[in-house]
T-cell receptor, first 110, second 113 residues
Framework: DAKTTQPNSMESNEEEPVHLPCNHS???????IHWYRQLPSQGPEYVIH???SNVNNRMASLAIAEDRKSSTLILHRATLRDAAVYYC???????????FGKGTSLLVTP | NAGVMQNPRHLVRRRGQEARLRCSPM?????VYWYRQLPEEGLKFMVY????????ESGMPKERFSAEFPKEGPSILRIQQVVRGDSAAYFC???????????FGPGTRLTVT
């Protein structure tokens, strides 16, 4: 299975944009890029997903490189409630099991 | 629309006892997944069930662990003769179809003493 690489941790100031990178150099053509986040003491929460084109929703934006070997989750204005572990996950179109790595722990400071 | 419900939220068992973890999926969801999260690690897939069927249990330990999703009632993850290494957070997720986004419950934190 293709693997993802994320920084262990990142820090951001409140109200500023945050760019969370993910490398997936061995991604295959049928792999979707999913992002989930896990707030402290809670279950993971779906954030966004995409295949080739950039995607936007009410929570975040997903920018996918043209060669699909990397992607970036963008939080446009970080709030204290965005402090969480963010997981970048590759999921085949026909797949169901989510393979969570260690993710990026995002710290947001006031 | 209530989210995925798990109970109990916290469970303490002594070594050798049985642990039963329950998961009620979101209304209208017929697919259930169980994951385990060991301390300081990411979630690991354990088992995928539909009503009355186990579809994939490749992530389940071969012994002591079992799961079911009966026609009526919640999905149950059962751990027999618990050991200290079973201490973890167990998360259940549900989806309406197998390729839809998974909605996670708050988890059950199992502590084995």
């Amino acid at each position: 299975d293709a693997k993802t690489t994320q920084p262990n941790s990142m820090e951001s100031n409140e109200e500023e944009p945050v760019h969370l990178p993910c490398n997936h150099s061995t991604i295959s053509g049928t792999d979707y890029i999913h992002w989930y986040r896990q707030l402290p003491s809670q279950g993971p929460e779906y954030v966004i997903h995409g295949l080739t084109s950039n995607v936007n929703n009410r929570m975040a934006s997903l920018a996918i490189a043209e060669d699909r070997k990397s992607s970036t989750l963008i939080l446009h204005r970080a709030t204290l409630r965005d402090a969480a572990v963010y997981y970048c996950i590759l999921r085949k179109n026909s797949g169901y099991a989510l393979n969570f790595g260690k993710g990026t722990s995002l710290l947001v400071t006031p | 629309n209530a989210g995925v419900m798990q109970n109990p939220r916290h469970l303490v068992r002594r070594r050798g006892q049985e642990a039963r973890l329950r998961c009620s999926p979101m209304k209208g969801h017929s697919h259930v997944y169980w994951y385990r999260q060991l301390p300081e690690e990411g979630l690991k897939f354990m088992v995928y069930l539909q009503k009355e069927n186990i579809i994939d249990e490749s992530g389940m330990p071969k012994e002591r662990f079992s799961a079911e999703f009966p026609k009526e009632g919640p999905s149950i993850l059962r751990i027999q003769q618990v050991v200290r290494g079973d201490s973890a957070a167990y998360f259940c997720a549900s989806s309406p179809e197998d390729t839809y986004e998974q909605y996670f419950g708050p988890g059950t934190r199992l502590t084995v003493t």
